[in-house]
């Protein structure tokens, strides 16, 4: 198998697994629209759903969709050795490798990303409430740091792109 071919198959099985876990590339672009709309006058859903779709483009971004879903499913159906069977079913607060997942996506455009990762985080605004909702007896505990990085990596790329549009006309 060539590499293009694995990379689409990677991709096509990221928003595979994102859309069967209820997350949508339109909830996603929604987080950027929050992160973003205040800093950019005419900033359209169709702009911030384009630069998701770019930023799921990436096999970085891939990976790290793949790899944090698949231990969420496993926690979910008790397949995972205790102590870390607890701990992701748990969301345990000292655990941080949901976000070094996580933090591998947003690193991918650079260091504005961190900002919005962080602040996005914290507020959960939109789908990042949903996911985080322990009541339905489902797991996110990585799904939900990697769709605000996916969220904060997006806004990045964004504000990149206006950035280097801003210079040209300057």
């Not at 209820?22 to 911030?48: F, N, P």
């Not at 698949?70 to 701990?87: R, S, W």
């Not at 985080?121 to 996916?150: M, Y």
């Amino acid at each position: 198998m060539d590499k293009n071919t694995k990379q689409s198959e990677l991709e096509l099985k990221a928003r595979e697994w994102l859309t069967e876990r209820g997350v949508t590339l339109d909830d996603i672009a929604e987080l950027v629209y929050y992160l973003q709309v205040k800093y950019h006058d005419d900033l359209s859903m169709e702009e911030c759903r384009f630069n998701v779709d770019r930023v799921l483009t990436k096999r970085e971004v891939q990976n790290a969709i793949l790899t944090g879903i698949q231990l969420d499913k496993l926690a979910e159906q008790n397949k995972l050795d205790h102590p870390l069977q607890q701990t992701i079913e748990t969301d345990e607060s000292l655990y941080g490798v949901d976000e070094i997942i996580a933090l591998s996506i947003v690193n991918v455009y650079g260091s504005i990303g961190f900002t919005n990762y962080g602040y996005i985080d914290k507020q959960k605004p939109g789908i990042l409430e949903r996911l985080n909702d322990k009541s339905t007896g489902e797991c996110h505990t990585f799904l939900d740091d990697i769709v605000g990085a996916i969220a904060a990596a997006a806004s990045s790329r964004l504000a990149h792109g206006s950035a280097d549009v801003k210079q040209l006309d300057d």
